[in-house]
């Protein structure tokens, strides 16, 4: 081979090399980039969500700790922060209704009478032996962080949508979302959700929010 070929072939080498290289330093730093947008998507539907803290919605709850296990009907009405969760049971026929404001909370229609607590979670544990992370839920309930539950950690679907978070010890797969009608101008909201600490379980399925969301 001549010393020009050579050298022809060694700068062909080179550059190939080179773009090798810038290809995949632009492949290792897109996901940040991506990661980014992401979570600017997340904050700016968060904001959205802040701004519209009046809302209902009506589904199917499976609730488990173990081996013990139940579902039935979920109500829950939020109106800022005060907020009434109704659940009943038709197989079993019990209902029970909780209602928490800033003073505390009130659990009603169990054997006994109303009983009272200062935390909503700690109150539902003792008087009907599910944990269920009543504080963070009108935030998970709706795909958002909760508030004062620590940092957490986001995983986004490759639609951009949330896909899981991890926060306060509990993991919250989000399996569906319902996408707005067009003329409505919302946003998506979470169809089906899963709440997961050690062995406690809360499943929901939303079968109705009121209101959708206005988007911006």
Not at 19 to 37: F, I, M
Request: proline share 7%.
């Amino acid at each position: 081979m001549s010393a020009p070929r050579a050298a022809h072939g060694l700068l062909l080498a080179a550059t190939l090399l080179l773009l090798g290289g810038c290809a995949s330093h632009s492949a290792r730093k897109a996901p940040p980039v991506a990661a980014e947008v992401e979570m600017a998507t997340q904050q700016a539907r968060e904001a959205v969500l802040l701004a519209d803290p009046d809302w209902s919605l009506a589904g199917r709850v499976a609730l488990a700790n173990g081996s013990r296990g139940g579902s039935g009907r979920l109500e829950w009405r939020q109106a800022a922060d005060h907020y009434s969760v109704a659940l009943s049971a038709p197989i079993t026929r019990q209902s029970w209704r909780l209602t928490v404001n800033p003073g505390g909370a009130t659990i009603e229609g169990l054997d006994g009478g109303p009983r009272h607590g200062l935390e909503p979670s700690a109150l539902l544990l003792h008087s009907t032996g599910w944990q269920v992370p009543v504080e963070a839920l009108p935030a998970w309930l709706r795909g958002a962080r909760a508030p004062g539950m620590g940092e957490a950690t986001l995983q986004f679907g490759a639609d951009g949508r949330l896909q899981r978070m991890v926060q306060g010890g509990w993991t919250i797969e989000y399996a569906n979302w319902r996408l707005p009608d067009e003329a409505d101008g919302g946003i998506a909201m979470p169809h089906r959700m899963e709440a997961v600490r050690e062995d406690a379980r809360v499943r929901l399925v939303v079968d109705a929010w009121d209101p959708v969301p206005a988007d911006g």
